[in-house]
């Protein structure tokens, strides 16, 4: 039988899920230090609750199915739907603001491709309870400080869905042609969009896209939109907070976040020459999500990385990743002294990563085994050092070997290894 892995999944061999876990807990730390708590939600949901807002694009891609009672089911295809169903159903006594993150594979019947997958992780935060535009400035630094953490160069693109769906209803334009255009602009999709909608007002608002000019150019074009300037106005105050803090960002009024639910401040991180992929992040203010599952009208504000997409950018930009090699790797020097060795070496697995034969190999095969899996020590075990109390320690840098009491051990290897 030879049967293979599903198309667009993928098995990730040791060194590869070492990398992952590596990036995962560095930007897991940074979420952390502001302040944001872990949470995990189930793989699979009700669909009805992605297809209530998540948008034409996801539903479009989801992986539905019915389980044996007949029930309606999907794989997530994202997470926010899934945050604001679990705080309606557990969190809502809890006192906001709420910091969550979360970590975690996301399932999309896509087109794979480099950077596309059927399986993927995704890591997000969601801050819920507050509207404020620290709140959308404090969402978009996390995203910032965490790239920057990794050493990652990127660039990150700042819209707000509020404008242009603040435009279309100043000129009256029907929420189901609104969502369409979003759609549209999303995709790209301009042809489509010049059919739905004709006004050219709209068509010059998405195409602004820079920096401080674009703000004059804007404040022009919305003048006699009220609703779309408020919404403009909106955004000018969460730009202040991150021009406090020196981040760099590009305007783009042409962002329409392809998720439905978005309502206010939106933001898109690209990596430079990822290739088609290099949406490395998306995310923004939902005001209306928790409503629709929890009748409380609570704001929330949030992003999703694409992990996937950002070990993609680790590796095109070169950034190095520390390899987690064993410290040591015991060697008893024949049979009588095996169990001894694994009496010595057993403590020591409370600080170190410690390897033991367990082939019963001779010694210079396990030495050969040490140097394949680059351990940097050595310990060897035999009668004659064991009489006085004593191990042999060989560093597999240099080759050089000292004796040393066996309650010195952990000592000494602090002081070698950590
Ligand atoms: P979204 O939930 O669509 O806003 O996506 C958030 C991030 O997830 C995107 O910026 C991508 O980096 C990543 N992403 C979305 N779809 C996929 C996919 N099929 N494969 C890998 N990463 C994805």
Same mark, same amino acid.
């Given at each position: ?31 952390? @230090? ?5 949470? /995990? ?6 669909? %009805? ?10 539903? !479009? ?5 019915? *389980? ?10 994202? @997470? ?91 000129? &009256?334009?029907? !929420?189901?042609? /609104? ?5 549209? #602009? ?27 000019? +674009? ?18 106005? !909106?955004?000018? !105050? ?17 962002? @329409? ?12 991180? /690209? ?19 928790? %409503? ?11 992003? @999703? ?9 680790? &590796?095109?930009?070169?950034?190095? #990743? ?58 060897? +075990? ?5 009489? *006085? ?14 004796? #040393? ?14």
């Amino acid at each position: 039988m030879n049967i293979k892995k599903p198309r667009g999944t993928r098995d990730f061999p040791p060194s590869e899920l070492a990398a992952r876990e590596y990036i995962k807990s560095t930007l897991s730390q940074v979420f952390e @230090a502001y302040n944001y708590q872990r949470i /995990q939600t189930p793989t699979f949901e009700h669909a %009805e609750l992605f297809q209530l807002k998540s948008g034409e694009e996801i539903e !479009e891609h989801m992986y539905v199915f019915e *389980d044996k009672s007949s029930r309606k089911l999907c794989l997530r295809p994202e @997470a926010t739907a899934s945050v604001c169903r679990m705080f309606s159903e557990e969190l809502r006594s809890i006192r906001l603001p709420l910091k969550l993150y979360y970590y975690g594979p996301m399932f999309r019947y896509e087109r794979p491709q480099k950077g596309r997958y059927r399986e993927f992780w995704q890591i997000g935060m969601e801050l819920i309870g507050p509207q404020s535009p620290e709140s959308d400035a404090e969402t978009i630094l996390l995203a910032y400080d965490s790239l920057t953490k990794l050493g990652l160069t990127f660039t990150l693109e700042i819209g707000h869905m509020g404008i242009i769906r603040g435009l279309m209803s100043d000129l &009256k334009i029907d !929420e189901n042609i /609104q969502n369409k255009v979003i759609a549209c #602009i999303d995709k790209g999709d301009i042809s489509q969009l010049e059919q739905l909608v004709d006004n050219p007002v709209i068509h010059d608002l998405i195409k602004l896209k820079g920096s401080v000019n +674009v703000i004059t150019q804007a404040d022009n074009i919305l003048n006699e939109y009220k609703t779309a300037k408020t919404a403009f106005n !909106e955004l000018k !105050e969460v730009l202040e907070w991150l021009d406090n803090m020196g981040t760099e960002y590009c305007l783009n009024l042409g962002i @329409a976040r392809g998720l439905e639910y978005y309502t206010g401040t939106v933001f898109e991180i /690209q990596i430079p020459k990822l290739g088609a992929q290099s949406q490395i992040c998306g995310g923004g203010r939902y005001d209306n999500l928790i %409503e629709l599952f929890s009748g409380l009208k609570i704001p929330a504000v949030g992003f @999703a990385f694409g992990f996937d997409r950002i070990m993609n950018a680790i &590796k095109l930009q070169g950034i190095k #990743i520390p390899e987690k090699r064993a410290d040591l790797v015991a060697a008893p020097v024949n049979n009588a002294m095996r169990q001894h060795t694994l009496k010595i070496i057993s403590p020591l697995r409370d600080t170190f990563i410690v390897d033991f034969d367990v082939m019963n190999r001779k010694l210079d095969k396990i030495l050969k085994y040490a140097g394949d899996i680059q351990a940097k020590y050595v310990l060897i +075990v035999g009668p004659e050092d064991l009489k *006085d109390n004593q191990v042999t320690l060989r560093n597999m840098g240099d080759g050089k070997q000292e004796k #040393i009491k066996i309650t010195d051990l952990e000592n000494r290897l602090t002081k070698l290894c950590r």
